[in-house]
Structure formats: structure tokens, C-alpha cells
């Protein structure tokens, strides 16, 4: 079966440019979480989406984050004004029903270089 | 507040020795979840083993073997006669059940098993 897919899988940019990250979901997993993977480091919890609403946007770095999800399925998590420090991993992960005790399933990340 | 904390950065060992991943949390809640996952060079999470506060049993998978102590607030990870498949960086989670379920994760243990 599909699990989560991310796009793109690596994306490279100018500083200060506007970039946008995509995540799919696993078909009916209403939780949605994202991640910062910085080289070498764990995971850097950023927002997470119950549904189409997002109850903890407490993670997003700087006002420059945003992330939105449409139709309880996929997810656009969006940087604007790109600098340098926000190359990373950034991660998507899904769960079945939000609860705390599912496991949540990864997608394979997007690379993200800011020049 | 809540926190996971593994102490191990990296760990070497030879192929066929036995280890220790350490995992130790902090929570207020009486009722939380935790989780070990793994992320191979390709990059992608993969979940492992759940465990809830409500059962400290010990549970063993093949070779890997997990021991959750409440009264040292440790969930450690072993890895019995491990292979160089099992190098990877291995996450901690912890998961409430009144935090929006949020998950926290460890900054990770990198384990390099060598042949």
C-alpha cells in the first residue's frame, strides 16, 4: 500500500526565495505532523494538523513558516524568505485518528539547500 | 515538561556484540506513550516498537529486546548479537494523551556496526 510521499525529495534555492514543501499522507490518516531534521540533529517538531486545522503550530520557527492542509489529505508546508539556517530534512510523518498512542508513519523527507 | 533524552550520540561496536541504546523521559502525565524508531542511511523513519504507561512488561522482537523501567523513567533499547543491517540512527519517542499528541523525540543514538 502507499505510505507517505513527500515532494519534492530535494530542492535546492536561493537565499531568500520562497519554496514549498508537499506531503501525502497515508489515505485516511487524519493527523498530520511536521519535522525538522537539521544535519546531525533529532527531530525538530514544527506543526501538527488534526484534520484540516492545526491545533500546535507552537514548532514553526519564525513567522517566514506557514503550513496549510487542504481536504484533510495533503499538506503544503511553505518557507519564505529562505535563509541559510533553514537547510535541513524537513519531514513528514501520518497517523490513523490523531491519538497519541499510534505510531506515526514517515515519508521519505524533502532536502532542502538554501545558498 | 516534557522531554526525551538519549545520552548516547554514537555508539561502534563489532559484528555480533550485544547493545545498549539508552532512552530516558520526562512527563508529567500518568498516561503517555513511548517508541523507538529507526532511520537507515536511505533516510526513512521506521517504527519499531510502542509501549504505554500502563505496561511495564518487557518485550523481546527477534534481537532486539526493550526494557521500560517507570521508577528510572528509562525505555532502553538492546540489540542482541547485532549485524551491520542494524546500523542506523535510532530515535525515542514520547507521546501524551494531553499535549494535542504532540511527539517528542530524542536527539538519537548513531549505532555504526562493523563487520
Known amino acids: 500500500g502507499a505510505g507517505v510521499s513527500q515532494s519534492p525529495s530535494n530542492k535546492v534555492t536561493e537565499k531568500g526565495k520562497d519554496v514549498e514543501l508537499r506531503c501525502d499522507p497515508i489515505s485516511g490518516h487524519t493527523a498530520l505532523y511536521w519535522y525538522r531534521q537539521s544535519l546531525g540533529q533529532g527531530l525538530e517538531f514544527l506543526i501538527y494538523f488534526q484534520g484540516n486545522s492545526a491545533p500546535d503550530k507552537s514548532g514553526l520557527p519564525s513567522d517566514r513558516f506557514s503550513a496549510e492542509r487542504t481536504g484533510g489529505s495533503v499538506s503544503t508546508l511553505t518557507i519564505q524568505r529562505t535563509q541559510q539556517e533553514d537547510s535541513a530534512v524537513y519531514l513528514c510523518a501520518s497517523n490513523a485518528g490523531g491519538l497519541s498512542y499510534n505510531e506515526q508513519f514517515f515519508g521519505p523527507g524533502t532536502r532542502l539547500t538554501v545558498l | 515538561a516534557q522531554k526525551v533524552t538519549q545520552a548516547q550520540t554514537e555508539i561502534s561496536v563489532v559484528e555480533k556484540e550485544d547493545v545498549t541504546l539508552d532512552c530516558v523521559y520526562e512527563?508529567?502525565?500518568?498516561?503517555?506513550?513511548l517508541f523507538w524508531y529507526k532511520q537507515p542511511p536511505s533516510g526513512e523513519l521506521v517504527f519499531l516498537i510502542r509501549?504505554?504507561?500502563?505496561?511495564?512488561q518487557n518485550e523481546i522482537s527477534g534481537r532486539y529486546s526493550w526494557n521500560f523501567q517507570k521508577s528510572t523513567s528509562s525505555f532502553n533499547f538492546t540489540i542482541t548479537a547485532s549485524q551491520v543491517v542494524d546500523s542506523a540512527v535510532y530515535f525515542c519517542a514520547l507521546s501524551d494523551g494531553w499535549s494535542g499528541n504532540q511527539f517528542y523525540f530524542g536527539t538519537g543514538t548513531s549505532l555504526t556496526v562493523i563487520p
Open positions: 509501549r504505554n504507561s500502563f505496561d511495564e
Open positions: 512527563t508529567r502525565d500518568t498516561t503517555y506513550y
